[in-house]
């Protein structure tokens, strides 16, 4: 089955400094990558996502890479700010799926003022 | 924005007795999903539920669990005998559809501890 390993667990950066965490996949049938955010003790957020048939993805401060031919995925995080703290979830979910998403391990990011 | 509501938030139980996990997914979606989470780690799949009929199920999803929607009220997780090693935080999701609308919505979490 699907794999994704999510590669920082741990990022610490300076508030207004960029951000970025990477995942990679390993089913090539993947074709729809979102992220998830999670605050201390609460749900997962959806933050953005990516389907295959593009490369990048922006929404304001946050943009997504998506390397297909290295089964790899981004987050970027641009001027960051304290809010930004919390963990990271990266996922992938195969077309024609159940819509089952595999997740990544977490990273958890700290925005230091 | 659309809410899933999971009750309880926090129960507390003796190994070996039963469990039912509620959710109350967004009011017009359709597919439904069981995650657990062990102490901030790996968010693993645990089975999705569509049309009142499990889709699919992970090797997590040992006997002992079972889901269902009875009359479309709560979407449940009961484990049934529970074991030490189910203590999680188990999360509800729901999703309107599949593809282009399967943006998954997750609930608040219930925290489970099997003594």
């Known amino acids: 089955g699907e794999k994704v390993e999510q590669h920082e667990s741990t990022l610490s950066v300076r508030e207004g400094d960029s951000a970025v965490i990477n995942c990679t996949y390993t089913d090539t049938a993947s074709s729809y990558f979102p992220w998830y955010k999670q605050e201390a003790g609460k749900s997962l957020h959806f933050v953005i996502d990516i389907r295959s048939n593009v490369d990048r993805k922006q929404s304001q401060r946050l943009t997504v890479l998506l390397d297909k031919k290295a089964k790899r995925f981004s987050l970027h995080i641009t001027a960051t700010q304290p809010e930004d703290s919390a963990i990271y979830f990266c996922?992938?979910?195969?077309?024609?799926?159940?819509?089952?998403?595999?997740f990544g391990q977490g990273t958890v990011l700290s925005v230091i003022p | 924005g659309p809410k899933v509501l999971q009750i309880p938030s926090h129960q507390i139980i003796d190994m070996g007795q039963m469990v039912t996990l509620n959710c109350d997914p967004v009011?017009?979606?359709?597919?439904f999903y069981w995650y657990k989470q062990i102490l901030g780690q790996q968010m693993e799949f645990l089975v999705n539920?569509?049309?009142?009929?499990?889709?699919?199920k992970s090797k997590l999803f040992k006997d002992q669990f079972s889901v269902e929607r009875p009359d479309g009220s709560y979407f449940t997780l009961k484990i049934q005998p529970t074991a030490l090693e189910d203590s999680a935080v188990y999360f509800c999701?729901?999703?309107?559809?599949?593809?282009?609308?399967?943006?998954?919505?997750f609930g608040e979490g219930s925290k489970l501890t099997v003594l």
């Open positions: 996922a992938a979910r195969a077309t024609g799926g159940n819509n089952k998403l595999t």
């Open positions: 009011s017009n979606h359709l597919y």
């Open positions: 999701a729901s999703s309107l559809g599949r593809r282009s609308t399967g943006q998954l919505y």
């Open positions: 539920f569509y049309n009142g009929k499990v889709m699919e």
